[in-house]
């Protein structure tokens, strides 16, 4: 199940590219003052889906390599990264693709590390990286706030429609998450940052964003109908036709042993 959803993302990426969030530009210079990135730093991505970070990325100036599982994904992210001669983005299996020769100053994965198989995923970093190298992971947390009231009642679509649905689930708060990093201190030093933005949606643009995530797309139609559509009634007929929703976003930097 786990592979098939990986590659659920590239049926639509046109929609990705619209509705997903950029990342806080904060968060950018967090990673950038981190690594020293610059013109000439050598960076490979992990699932840069349609280049919601690798935009940011090679506005720095720096030599990226992107490897993307799916084609219609990659194809947008070229466009979107056309003015930017030193990054280009590879169509392939990630655990698959041979590393290139000379290693890489950072390897970053933004809201993509989880599908990477735990057993391989550090050892592949190691690899890729210079002794002294950077991995960057961004986590992204759905998180209590923006439209409290709508997130407690939508909770009721998701019971009836997704029966994958924990009953009574509610979001935390930001205190209340954080990623578990022990397995990322086998690679080095481990540094989290966090970063939080709060984006108001229009109905549609909500539906649309739903529709980027791979639970959602891997429902049933005519479920995914039914979700979709009493959460479009619940904003239009008891929020005003917009609900805001709040990301936490997680900056983790692992600096690579050079024992590793």
């Given at each position: ?6 590659g659920?993302?590239?049926?639509d ?14 968060l950018?210079r967090?990673?950038?003052?981190h690594?020293?990135l ?24 720096c ?26 983005v590879e169509?392939?299996d990630?655990e ?9 100053d ?7 590390f ?7 995923r ?6 890729a990286l ?5 991995l960057g ?15 407690v009642e ?15 689930l509610r979001?935390?708060t930001?205190?209340?998450?954080a ?10 030093r ?22 980027t ?7 049933e ?11 479009r009634?619940?904003?239009?007929t ?7 929703k709040?990301?936490l976003?997680e900056?983790?930097l ?7």
């Amino acid at each position: 199940m786990t592979a098939s959803l990986r590659g659920i993302f590239d049926e639509d990426a046109e929609l990705y590219d619209r509705a997903r969030p950029s990342y806080p530009p904060a968060l950018v210079r967090a990673l950038a003052a981190h690594v020293g990135l610059g013109p000439d730093s050598r960076v490979l991505e992990f699932g840069p889906g349609t280049g919601q970070l690798t935009v940011p990325l090679a506005e720095l100036g720096c030599r990226i390599t992107a490897v993307e599982l799916g084609p219609s994904m990659a194809a947008v992210a070229r466009r979107n990264l056309r003015a930017f001669p030193h990054a280009h983005v590879e169509v392939a299996d990630f655990e698959q693709w041979p590393l290139p020769r000379e290693p890489f100053d950072l390897m970053v994965a933004a809201t993509s590390f989880h599908w990477l198989d735990p057993e391989t995923r550090l050892t592949k970093a190691a690899d890729a990286l210079r002794p002294d190298g950077t991995l960057g992971l961004v986590i992204t947390h759905h998180t209590a706030g923006g439209s409290r009231d709508f997130f407690v009642e939508v909770q009721d679509c998701y019971e009836r429609w997704d029966p994958a649905t924990p009953p009574g689930l509610r979001q935390s708060t930001d205190a209340e998450t954080a990623t578990d990093t022990r397995e990322l201190e086998a690679l080095g030093r481990v540094e989290s940052l966090r970063f939080a933005q709060e984006i108001t949606y229009t109905t549609q643009g909500y539906i649309d964003v739903l529709l980027t995530y791979s639970n959602h797309r891997a429902l049933e139609p005519s479920a995914r109908q039914g979700l979709l559509s009493s959460i479009r009634e619940l904003i239009d007929t008891r929020h005003g036709g917009s609900v805001t929703k709040r990301y936490l976003h997680e900056l983790i930097l692992v600096r690579r042993s050079g024992g590793h």
